[in-house]
């Protein structure tokens, strides 16, 4: 064997513990490997090399490896540099090893909330069955087999003015001539798609999916009923390359042969989850004649293999904003391929279908009272108004909720933090993890919490910097000021579980885009707390918080917790919705044109919200007049209000 | 090597003079084989053995063929069998040999008739072009690109009410970030079907389509003026399985795999008819962004891969009548991928729309004059009428006139015998080929004016029957009676050509079809002879065919001769005016419903005036004053009249 055998043949990676190998070419990193061989490992940034979570352990020569990065040395604690860990995405080998992920750095079995309000539609699908007796060519009724087929469909339904596509055509010289008898036409908006042999009028299908930037929700409905049949999740297997919208676009429009990675990439997921769904309800692939898609504006384009290149820079003009109907075959969504495929509309290019959706599903757009609604995700979508008026932003409120950016953060899979409390005079931290199992990261409700058990317990200020003044072994200096959630002996990855001040920083970043936001549209409707009637937090993400403690650290404005719901995913029920009515698709589009947008970025006052909306809860404690109370009594108020910070005159 | 080694590795066949090759399998017979290598053999009956064409020369050891049949027996000659002819269809062989294909069971170099009657139709296309200058999105103007780019083209060209097509929405985000400047919308009935970069307005072209059950002929249109570019033809690819349309149906039916084989041949005769004439004209495919396709039903349906079952027996119910539209790529034609192809409407199953594309040619829709319009065929349609009413019939005239089902017939190529004079003392014969080579055939126009000089010299009698009295050696009883056209000496074959009495039968049966259907459409509208205007002869045949002597062998009823107009190819004229005009295509949809179709087989009268048809040049020779005076003078008036058959009482 020559010594550059690996170079020729390739270097062989195993990635355990999951035991998936590959090939790796020179000048490939083992992040590139790892995606080579669907080995699970986190890249939150997409390797761009920001991150540090594709950490992993190797136990090899290091000759075998090329030489350690500056940016490692960084990401990196000295500790963890001679355990052997590198980082992924910054580490080339030069020969045949054994890769080693580390549970902090595998994505885990997540737990993805599909659940969503349930929101009445009457059941007017645009697309139908209708049966008919089929009646064979005669000299008295020469005509051709189209001119019969409608006349039957007239006759025997009413329907009028129906075209016949073209698969149609070619379908009725077999239909009329097999002598079955009967023939089942199906019919989407007055055009005969398909023509089945016999009775099949009872056996017809929908799909709707909501597309994340971090979870694709999918739906097998019952078109016949409007009932729902199965749900299914996945994560958006887009995710390895970039975790939020912006990184995902910058990947795309690299060149044309990402943007259409990416396509084909959520489309393989979407395939995925209605396989699972078709063969968990007996229903075939045929069977399904319709899908609607909502999803941020980023991720429509995506699915549509659309350049998302206006979605890159400002003023982030998206490539189309009504909604329309595209062929399976187009995208490669393995439905009947005589079937279509409806995407909502957008409003703008980061208030996208999902957000009409939520409106649909909460039916803002009727309502006399006023509601603001949250769609928290990696991309936090806002809406705020009623029948009479209604307003859209977008805030960039970032992956942190789902892990990203912080040291030990983690999806919200086993073993994730999710809940915590925290004893104000001993800082005993209770914690429970999904899947009750021994913890080995913390997730975004557990963040929330925790940020908010911090704040009322003292450990930190309402500037969310540590009081380096308490008492408690858990706080210590260690690169930075970080307090201990869980000891090294109580975890599954045998490290300590912290939270840093860095991390801290990331929560308030990603909460104050959010409570921007908010304050935001309601200065643009002249409004203040007490005029909104109803919160609604939707999202996955916003199915596991605690509306209580995300209100302690102001992720939203200090409204009346009873005024608070949580409704799940909210955009999965409107694309249901939209699947069975045709109606709401006409309400789709007519709220899509008249949700007003209003564009952060370009706001006056938008880095003084933004660096009020820092505090916790906020730096105006007087807006938050039951937290301040809290506060007092717990003997946390702080002595030296935060300064407000005003808006510079234009 | 072994005995069975050909067994194995299949038996080499060399088809000479064109050298092709092919390995045959077991079983396979030559006409497979000559398939196969893309050999030219014809094979009028599509390899049923009622033809006789394909008889080839094989100069091997016997033992190597398998032995004659029975069939073969028959349509060989005792001589032809010694020199070694067999049937290609019949014949299967054990080694490798050569097989020659002599020149009389070749296709030669086709003449193929493209040009037609040239009508007027304002240019009024249903696609062009259109030109805007880009405008890049601000923050003053953020709407979709879709928005901005619709709103353009209604500003700067007053187009209202456009859709985008999914091609054109995805081009768009590419297109206002080039920075070009400019673009070019290519909209296709209200929806923008492209967009191009730059302004390409004066480049779009079309591509109008006439298939025919034995030729095809294409037209390149430039869109902006409505003229043509090129015109091409070449012979339709389906030949070998099937010369008429009711073989082809057959062959079709048989499985799905024989329906598509068909659709992708001729489909790849129009691509390769297009790409001579885009290397023509300097054009390129991309340019290409609409064709119009009129041929009969049969070649309709097997274009469009619809199954013609239904076309396969009574009542001959096409699948659809109507017009439509069909995406490039659903059929696999090679213009733009996001042109459009129309079907232009049928009239019924053996009236299709190359009938209906005759009628705009000619306009007998729309005048005041009665017009009966023969388009001569494989398959002959007829049309009668004015703007008040117009009846079509289609007759089964068969392809007697491409040479087939005729001992020494042949198609319209280089050597055919296509003139004929006989002088009526001598019975010497003059004539003229194609190409003034040698003969080696006749062709159908050369049928034609050989029966009329055959009973204007009074070697025929009027119910087509040889005289056996008169006195030249040219007239023979070999097998039948026959009469010599040419002399071995004088052809390339080396053998005589004839015109045998089963010849004759042949012509009469295809000439009474033609007249059947005449004489039917006259009597369904009341009129006699002198009531039509004008007489109009289309199709390639037919502008070959003299028409006097065609009326002497009564063609068609006896019509002035001032009256008889001979029009050419007016279904591609049909296809290139609903190329270039939306009026017309709707023209095309109202004149398919108004053409009152006449089922010749269901007519009560149908046999009697089939029989009395098959006279020459009809059985009531009272109705062809004409040329009742001409035998009269050539003293070939016959003595006894030959008796007239009448339609029996229902």
Redesign the interface.
Known sequence: MHEDDSMTDGISIIFQPEGKRAKMRKGQTILDAAKLAGADLVSTCGGKGNCGKCRVLIKAEPKLLTSMTRLEKQLLSGEERRKGYRLACRTSVKGHLIVEVPEESRTGRQRLQVEGIKTHARLDPLIRKYCVELEN???A????????FLDLLKREHNLNNLR?D?AA??Q???M??KGDGQATAVVWNEVVVSVESGNTAKRIFGYAVDIGTTKLAGYLLDLTTGEVVAVGSALNPQIPYGEDVIARIAYAIKDQDAQEQLQELVVTGLNQILKDLLEKSDVSSDEVYETTIVGNTAMH?LF???????LAS?????????G?N?DPE?VGLKISRQGKIYVLP?V??FVGADAVAVALATEVYKKTALNLVLDIGTNTEILLGNKDQLMACSCASGPAFEGARIKHGMRAASGAIEKVRIDPVTFDVQYQTIDKVKPCGICGSGMVDLTAELLKAGIINVMGAFNSNINSSRLRFKDELQFIVAYSKETSTGQDITITQKDIREIQSAKAAIHTGALTLMRHQNVAEKDIDTVLIAGAFGSYIDPTNARVIGMYPEIELKKVKVVGNAAGTGARMALISKKIRNQAEAVSRSIKYV?LA?ESSFQADFCNSLCLPYADLSEYPDTSSMLKKLGKYPKRPPPMITPSKK
């Open positions: 060519p005669s000299l009724d020469n005509r051709s087999d189209a001119e019969r016949l073209f055509i070619k009725l010289p077999v009329f001539r384009h549509l293999d659309i350049c998302p290149k206006g400002s003023p982030y003009a998206p490539a189309i904003r009504n329309f595209v187009t957008v703008a290019g564009e370009t």
